[in-house]
């Protein structure tokens, strides 16, 4: 099992369960590659100390390695590997001393872990934030994904990329895309997309299209969580016809984003603020102004309705007690706000039993991931059920649901499927929860930067158990004319596909390739902050981005290889097990405020002592964009001399001033500190726009 | 003052030697060869290290130890008493002849109070050392109050007394010839022993009561505050048991002395008064 | 000879009389604790769990009429599962889930102080407003009115893009959907959540 | 009958405090009292270790040895107990015990420790098994409903085991055979001088 920029320990506790299973039981050795000694660390085989933000280079390395030794699975790149030449070219160039260079683990660990990788097939790979909030985040992640291909590790029990999601739920809501640039199910914005769901939601094209200022916003990507307030400082060029007015904060935290102190100066120039949550969270503190509302929904054991766990199982949580005091459910919020603005008869047309409607609207419409055969009942029943299930398959072995996989992972196609526990995994029958790699993206390609063309469905012989088509085969469409397998209400396409032991998204090639990004492999590229200003020229970071999420992103114009010189240390955030995002319910709980108390700054006790810090003095962190902090130094060698490390749970105090003040009247968190997040520099992924909070520089001094 | 402290400061050692010797010794034979791992090792020690200093003392001498003493004080030495009066009986002077003004009002206001203080404290004291008998709760938590109080009020009259009584307090030369006469109380004949105001075994008695109260009051603070690590606590708990039986014991004494051992001896600390023939005889060197 | 000591007196304290100070604890407990032990060795070993998981019927004696439901925790994205002993409508105590598939029963700190999200004292129970600087207390019914209002009067000044909605992940899988869907019928694509941080 | 014990796997803690949380949770204790703790050394060093820690319900407690009013006592079950109406806070437990167990919450009068408290092993006390009381004073009695005590129940990795002596060590000396040989082994450092 490999770990990169995943703290399990603290973040995912219970998956230590297993993991450490694994350990002891099969004798899995556990790789963790951290900047950061971390408790998960505690309990690895081999620890790597990476830098920050220069996993790409780590991984490529590792590939090189691999790919020098022999190591890789050549059947399975030959048979389900598209763009696999092109990639192993520009890995050669990640060569254990060069990683060396970048990354600071020395060529000898590199070699040894791609050793470890070989001998220990398959190997897990997992990632969480650390591996994804940097400007080059989106490159990482398929740095990662393409080392499992090249390991052959895809579609297998025990391998494949686990990422440890943060939220309960997070799975859950990104399937239902609460996201500024796709419509639930992954569909895109496209005009094909909004047709379809608006077959779905019962109501015209035209009436949804009259909503929107133009048909070209319903195209448009929208703002993003991560840089929504651009939009209403207008201090960078935005690409959108008004400026952001009103905001409504729907359960979430809001210390969670970078450079919050702009995002305090955004709440204070808005309109209209509205924050539904059960606890005040600290923007609710932050802005002084009077157009704001708190509307206290109720915690989601006061309310009922479906959740997706990190690894797509659906499990229904139950309501356990009514809404306490005068609180409501979300969806009745929801329901009385719909009315009053004067679309509810269209909006809750098909929707009369609240949740369990919704969720077979859900079902309906959300055929791109499979997500029909996941009925209110079906969840229930597994709910009920759940001693019934094997821990070690989370397959039922008899009684009501036999044969189901544990909450049924997507894609699960039919009302009668099991569900997929391993996506891609050609060892199973379609039906009974195999998969091939989706067909997505065309069946012939020419690549830019060999000239050479490859078929990208998958190679003859590689198939499910039990399909027609022994080889690779393109998605199902016209099934119904004029529909594909995702636009296909009636899901005849899907049934038949699964009577035929086929995949409806077809039978295709994983590419190494993906031809829209700016890199079309991964390639390693220094933090907009970087502290190794001599790497800026050879990695140097992308163009600038003008209409990125409609707001102007600076690239290449923020990289300054002199910044190191007045911000010498790298900044880092991470989460700690007592608390829970942005902290407004942990930081609201008295045995876990009892047990952290305090905001922190880890530092090494050399830096501090070079730094002439004390353990336990307060000190300001200050960051590049002028956001500063004052916390309290922790002495600790988890970390190593250049890094400190700030856990970003705690809000209440913004630079060094308590807002306890501002909070409603006993109801300010049992513990606050300043917001980590103030801190955290500028950087934003070139494709996601995910913000880059683990790599930022800062400097330190005492308070 | 040196009978009590030396023998109780010989037992104390002696006992802490015994004690650390044998902790050491069933170190050796508890643990044995034990688990190998050296986390395990250095977990251990994190709990065990600082308890195999002065826990393990505290833990013996508490759990039989100071009860047993006390229980000695509290009978052996009234035992002796007893024969004592039986035997030797008490010493008789004349109240008839001229009565000599020797404890002014403010002095024995301020013995009364330390006197009281002090007796609920040995009570409420010795009920905490013998407290299964009496079953703990409500009764000994009250206890536990009434001592505190009565500590802080017996601090102040001590110092009180300190102030007022010094000056006749130091020792002087004759007070060892009285020491080793023990102050003639073993002979059926009034003699002449040599004291001034106050007498040797008096002095022995007010110095362990500011002196020895001091030390019992810090101890004393420290079990009740908690302030301090367990190894203050600890120590406090076992200098404040030793020092509590000595400090009972010669409190006996006192009432003994007082009440019983030279009759009518009670009368000058409430009147003030003390016959002459008693002084010619216990206090010679006390001018008139 | 500390040893002997500790050992004589420790005799001493454990005298048949406190053992049995109440009668009824001792016989109860003693005729349990065979069922005990087979729980608590399900609870040491993972694989025995769900074979030896403490039986219902068992609990009904502390709170009687009680009954069981079984919920997901809501903290990360583990998907531990929570047995909530519920009584009258309240929630009175987090029961062990040992034959929960995932979570086995585990739970960090913070899971195991699931009840508290329902039972904080810092919880908010009114809608508040920020009149000049203070917070007031205001019913439903004006908090939704004024803000339907106001959100009606930007849309018609600025239009609907002048609005932006950052949902949750902490909502249900359903709750996410209706706002995205919110986000479709008001006429925006200013709609986006946490995973995008 | 056999007797009751934890023991805490020290390879498997990874210091989640779930242990110490269910315990404050499930028996409502004022913030400031643990009945259990996690200790961790070599805190971000390789070799870094954790330990879930509470009242060993040893089988000569020391505790029991000094107790002056014998509150202190022992099931026939080897769990040590309290009874909270008998004792009267000397704090004589707290420094006979080697594991820093007895809690002290502030009693009313001047300040005084209050009874002291201490892990039950989820066995309530002395009082009427169920009764409001005995909920109010000692917490939850899972013992007398024939569960695990909470905090070994709800431990994340199932490093704390409880119950029977006999039974843990079984589960025990299975793991570390499970564990079998090289780096996962119980000591394999100190049997082969490497780490």
Known sequence: MIFIGSNAAEAHPISMQHILHAKEVNNAPIIVVDPRFTKLAAKASEFVRIRPGSDCAFIMGLINEIIQKGWEDKEFIRTRVAGYPEMAEIATKYTPEEVENITGIPAAQTRKVAKILATNRPTSLTWCMGGTQHSIGSSITRAFCILQLVLGNMGKSGGGTNIFRGHDNVQGATDMCVLSHTLPGYYGLSDGSWKHWCRVWDVDYDYITSRFKEKKWMNAKGFTLSRWYEGVLGEEKIEQYTPIKAMIQWGCGSNSNSQYNRVVQAYNKLDLFVIVDPFPTMAAATCTTDNVYLLPCSSQYETSGSVTSTSRQIQWRHKIVDPIGGCRDDYSIMKDLVERLGFADKFYKNIKETPEDITREINKGTLTIGYNGQTPERIKKHMENWHTFDIETLQAKGGPCDGDYYGMPWPCWTDTHPGTPILYDVSKPVAEGGLPFRNRFGQETTYVMSGREENQLASKGVCNPGSEVKGGYAEFKDVVPGTNWKTDLSQKTIKEAIARGMAPFGNARARCVVWTFPDQVPIHREPLHSPRPDLIEKYPTYEDKPNHFRVFTRYKSEQNPNLVKEFPYVLTTGRMVEHMGGGAETRSNKYLSELQPEMYAEINPVLGNNLGLRDGEMIWIESPEGGKVKVKAFFTERVDDKTIFMPYHFGGTLMGESLAGNYPAGHEPYVMGDAANVCTNYGYDIVTQIQATKDGLCKVSRA | MKKLILPGCILFWAMAGLAIAQSQGQLLTSFGPGPSTAAFHEINGLFTGDWQQYGQLFTSLQANIFSQIFLLVVTVVPLIFFLHYIIIGPMKFSHEGRQIYYFNLLSRCIHWCAAISFALLVITGLLTIFGSLVGGGVLLRSGRTVHLISAVTFSGSALFMLFIWAKDMIIAPYDFLWMLKIGGYLSKENKTVPAGRFNAGQKSWFWLATLGGTVMAVTGYFLYSFQGNTDTLRLSAIIHNFLGAAMVTVFIIHLYMSLFAIKGAIRSMISGYKPEAELKILHPRFKI | MAQRKIRNSSSVGTKTSRVTLNPKVARRSFLKLSAATAALTGAAMTTRMTAKAATPAAAKAAYPDSKMVRSVCTHCAVGCGINAEVRNGVWVRQEVAQDHPVSRGGYCCKGASAIDMVTSEKRLKNPMKRVNGKWQKISWDQAMSEVAAKLTAIRENDGPDALHLNGSAKVSTEMAYLQRKFAAFWGSNNVDHQARI | ?195
């Open chain 4, 1 to 195: 009958m056999g007797r009751m014990k934890f023991l805490c796997d020290i390879e498997r803690c990874i210091d989640c405090s779930g242990c110490v949380v269910a315990c404050k949770e499930g028996h409502h204790i004022p913030v400031g009292v643990n009945r259990r703790r996690v200790i961790t050394i070599n805190q971000g060093k390789p070799g870094e270790k954790s330990i879930s820690v509470s009242c060993m319900h040893c089988a000569d407690a020391p505790c029991i040895a000094v107790c002056p009013t014998d509150a202190i006592y022992q099931r026939d079950d080897g769990i040590v107990l309290v009874s909270k109406d008998t004792c009267i806070g000397c704090g004589y437990c707290f420094m006979a015990c080697p594991f820093g167990a007895p809690q002290f919450p502030s009693g009313q009068v001047f300040g005084a420790r209050g009874a002291m408290d201490k892990c039950t092993f989820c066995a309530g006390g002395p009082e009427e098994t169920f009764s409001v009381k005995e909920q109010k004073l000692y917490g939850q009695n899972r013992i007398a409903e024939g569960k695990v005590p909470l905090c070994a129940a709800m431990c994340a990795t199932k490093a704390l085991l409880a119950g029977d002596a006999d039974e843990v060590a079984d589960v025990y000396r299975e793991r570390v055979f499970k564990r079998g040989s090289g780096t996962n082994a119980w000591g394999w450092d100190k049997a082969y001088k490497k780490k």
